[in-house]
């Protein structure tokens, strides 16, 4: 149930992190997230026309070095829905 008392529709299945191996300027590393987050990252590459390795590497380029990659890339992976959810909204005519 969420805190309005709805229950959850159409949310991701919950998973444990899953660990992937990545390459970052030169150098293999590993990251843990949980499926969604993959998925999203994946789409993320996809629709920008870049490969998940470079959007990978930019986040990680982006972030302060007192956040963890996985927590940069979750915090990325929610700017883009919710920038995509505002221009959806923008979109629809009043």
Do not use: C, N
């Amino acid at each position: 149930m969420t805190p309005t008392g709805a229950t959850m529709v159409d949310h991701p299945v919950m998973t444990p992190p899953i660990k992937r191996s990545v390459t970052i300027d030169g150098h293999r590393t590993s990251v843990s997230l949980e499926e969604a987050f993959w998925i999203e990252l994946r789409h993320i590459a996809r629709h920008s026309g870049a490969t998940l390795a470079s959007v990978i590497s930019l986040v990680d380029h982006q972030r302060p070095p007192e956040v963890g990659l996985a927590t940069a890339l979750r915090l990325y992976v929610l700017s883009e829905v919710q920038t995509a959810r505002t221009l959806a909204a923008r979109a629809v005519p009043d």
